[in-house]
C-alpha cells in the first residue's frame, strides 16, 4: 500500500528519487501525469491502465470526460528509472507542478502525488483549517449515494 509523506530534493537536470519504500510497492514501469492543484500523479501501468480503462468506458460526448481525458491521459508520461530509483521529471510536467528545490512524495493508497514543498505546505495548511467542512461534505454525498 502507497501510504507516507517523503520529503526530497530536485537534483541536476530535474532528476529525482523514488523513496525506496515506494520503489519497492510500485515497480519499475511508472507513469507520470498532471495532477490537480499543481500536483503531480505518479502510478505503475497495471493502475495506469484502470484509469485509462475508466476513461476509454466515458462518453466522448461528454465535455467533463473529454476534458478529465486531456488533462490527465494527454499530459502522461512514460518514467525510466535509473539503477538507483531516479527519473528526470519532463519539462512540461515540472512547469504544470511548479516545482523548486524542495518536494514532497505523498503515498496515497493507489497513487502517489508529488508536491513542491511549499505549496504542499500550504495544502495541509487548507486542509487543517477546512477539515471538518470536507468531512461533511464528503458524508452527504456518501449519505446520498446510500439512498
Not at 4 to 17: A, D, H
Not at 40 to 58: D, F, R
Not at 79 to 89: C, K, V
Amino acid at each position: 500500500m502507497l501510504i507516507g509523506e517523503y520529503r526530497s530534493k530536485i537534483g541536476e537536470k530535474k532528476r529525482v528519487s523514488l523513496p525506496k519504500r515506494f520503489l519497492k510497492e510500485l515497480g519499475e514501469n511508472l507513469i507520470l501525469t498532471r495532477g490537480y492543484e499543481k500536483a503531480l500523479v505518479l502510478v505503475n501501468k497495471e493502475m495506469w491502465e484502470k484509469i485509462a480503462q475508466n476513461v476509454i468506458n466515458g462518453s466522448f460526448t461528454n465535455k467533463d470526460i473529454r476534458d478529465t481525458s486531456r488533462f490527465l491521459v494527454g499530459g502522461a508520461k512514460e518514467i525510466n528509472l535509473d539503477s538507483q530509483g531516479r527519473f528526470i521529471i519532463p519539462e512540461a510536467l515540472f512547469e504544470h507542478s511548479s516545482l523548486q528545490k524542495d518536494i514532497v512524495f505523498i503515498g496515497l493508497v493507489n497513487w502517489i502525488e508529488i508536491w513542491d514543498e511549499s505549496l504542499w505546505k500550504e495544502r495541509v495548511a487548507y486542509l487543517q483549517e477546512h477539515g471538518e467542512e470536507i468531512a461533511e461534505e464528503i458524508n452527504k454525498m456518501t449519505t446520498n449515494s446510500n439512498a
